[in-house]
């Protein structure tokens, strides 16, 4: 069973880069057809997918957060990162990391998610 676990700074100021990990266990990162997302939620806003990063490395991203995004990996921890960066009060969210047998930018075709973590942005 595969397990997705987030971590990262709580509150980040305004103009500053947002940067989470996912912990993942249970599978790899560089398994075969495995998609690694990460996914937010603005309060009382639907789902919004950011990006993902493939089991070979390439990555694909929102076109409306591309120009500040950036999600990496590291297949030593069997870990993946998301930077956002020049962030504003809009980018506060709950954010999840979620796992996808194909590549799927609709949130709800993710099989396997994190918790959670929330992200403020504010001064």
């Known amino acids: 069973q595969v397990q997705l676990q987030e971590s990262g700074p709580g509150l980040v100021k305004p103009s500053q880069t947002l940067s989470l990990t996912c912990a993942v266990s249970g599978a790899s990162v560089t398994a075969a057809y495995n998609y690694w997302s990460w996914i937010r939620q603005p309060p009382g806003k639907g789902l919004e997918w950011i990006g993902y990063i493939t089991y070979t490395g390439s990555t694909h991203y929102s076109p409306s957060l591309k120009s500040r995004t950036s999600i990496s990996r590291d297949a030593s921890k069997n870990q993946f990162s998301l930077q956002l960066s020049s962030v504003t009060a809009e980018d506060t969210a709950v954010y999840y990391c979620?796992?996808?047998?194909?590549?799927?930018?609709?949130?709800?075709?993710?099989?396997?998610w994190g918790q959670g973590t929330q992200v403020t942005v504010s001064s």
């Open positions: 979620a796992r996808s047998r194909k590549p799927e930018m609709d949130p709800t075709r993710h099989d396997s």
